[in-house]
C-alpha cells in the first residue's frame, strides 16, 4: 500500500493532493488496463490530444475520491 500512495502522491502537485483511496487506486488501474486492451483492439490511439478528456473519465469512472 505505501509503494501504491507513494506513486500516487509523487504524480501530483501538493496543491492539488486530495484523500487516498487504495480502492479508488486499484480501479484506476484496472481502467487503464482495459481501455489500454480496448485501443489496442480497435486500433485506436489513446494517447491523441482528441482523446484526452474520454481517456480521463473512463479511467476516473467508478472511483469515489477522484
Do not use: C
Not at 496543491?15 to 480497435?42: A, C, W, Y
Amino acid at each position: 500500500i505505501n509503494i501504491a500512495k507513494a506513486i500516487h502522491w509523487l504524480s501530483i502537485p501538493k496543491k492539488e493532493r486530495g484523500s487516498f483511496s487504495m480502492s479508488d487506486i486499484k480501479t484506476m488501474n484496472h481502467n487503464i488496463l482495459m481501455l489500454e486492451r480496448f485501443f489496442d483492439v480497435f486500433g485506436i490511439y489513446l494517447y491523441s490530444t482528441k482523446n484526452q478528456n474520454y481517456v480521463k473519465e473512463l479511467i476516473l469512472y467508478g472511483t469515489k475520491a477522484a
